[in-house]
């Protein structure tokens, strides 16, 4: 009972104190896990990280999932993801119900046409961030000529985004290693 | 029923695709939520965006979690976090032993590296979309200023965002 409730209190603070969504919650959980309550070393939480993010999908809850099963079992992942997630959600549902009873009084319009270029300055940030580990990562040629390919794919062909990264993937899995060839175009 | 099953693919799809944590899922969401089912306006995805980032915790998970009940109550929510979040958490506790082995494999580093300019030109071309809704809703002018102002604060300055949208919400209030 009480390693579940120390799980549950692990989460709950990342959960509550985290911002900048999952990647800006890591440090936290880094906290939780290895310095507080040992449940790893930083070192096994290192490779943890590095695996996940391998993998698609949320962070926060793919490492307070698998750092809850580890502690105890199935009961502990349960735990940790609910309690990662729950708390916010439940902010979520309750501030924009109650904003959307608000909706037509004409300052809580001028409020939300304010908050949309910030909410644009956010996203732009996230995108010089992707572009920036993408360059860094292969090259500002190859993701100048990928990224120019993927925009014509996207915006003037319209196809879905799922196809052309599951085409990627598959280009990503079956390319030959140590081969330096400029591919890189989903065909 | 269908609603649902929706809704499942809604989150699925990004929860499989998104490569780069939560956020990388957002603009994976947007496509679903307001292009392909329309369950919201961009108008509407913003403000779940907007209150999504000045809030703290995942981000995708609240994105499901809202728009999930927003479309179905509380099933929605419970399909829609499920769905976020499952995949991808069985995945790692099923794979683990296998990826450790393949930690050091280029085709596992190249995995990631791949979809990021994917995600890159989609939050591009969504963070287009909401300067250029803005541009239309309330004027060069004030996009320009909220823009300049949320940018230095944000990027220079260091404010937590929570306090620049508090502020963008105090200065639409009184301003707009």
Redesign the interface.
Known sequence: MQTQWNIFIAFFRV?????????G?IPLIHKEVVDKYNWMDAEEFG??L?????????????LS??IG?RVSGFWG?MNA?FA??F???I???V??TS?SSIKEFD?????????????????????WQ??D??GK??GWLQ?GI??LI??VL??LLTI???I???A??L???F?K??STAKE?EPS | MMKYWEIFLAFF?P??????????????VE?EVVKRYEWMTV?EF????????S????????MA??IG??VGGILG?AVG?FA??A???I???L??GL??KY?NS??????????????????????WR??F??YE??GLW??AI??IA??LL??RFKV???F??AG?????????
């Not at chain 2, 280029?106 to 591009?124: C, M, Q």
């Open positions: 959960g509550i104190l985290g911002y900048g969504g999952g990647p919650s490779d943890l590095a695996l996940a993010n391998t993998l698609p999908g949320p962070i926060a809850t793919k999932g698998y099963y992942m993801v990662t997630m708390p916010t959600i902010l979520m549902i501030l924009l904003l300052w809580v319009q001028g409020m939300v046409a304010a908050v949309i270029p910030v909410v644009g300055v956010m996203l732009a940030v996230l995108t992707f572009l580990k993408a990562g292969m993701t990928m990224g993927i925009f996207l915006q879905h985004p799922g052309i990264i599951g990627l993937l280009i990503a899995l390319k290693d140590k890189g | 799809i929860g499989i695709l998104g490569y780069g944590g939560g956020p990388a899922s957002i603009p994976l496509n108008q913003s403000e779940v965006l907007a209150l999504g980032n809030l703290p915790g995942p981000i995708a998970t609240k979690g809202y009940y927003d929510a976090v976020a979040v995949p991808s958490l995945i790692m506790i794979l683990l990826l450790t930690k280029s085709k596992v580093k190249r995995l990631t590296l791949y979809v990021r300019p994917v995600i890159a030109i989609l939050l591009g071309v969504m963070a909401f300067f809704e803005s809703g309330i004030q996009t909220i823009t949320s940018y944000m990027e937590h965002p929570a620049v949208i963008a919400l105090v200065y639409g209030g009184f301003l707009l």
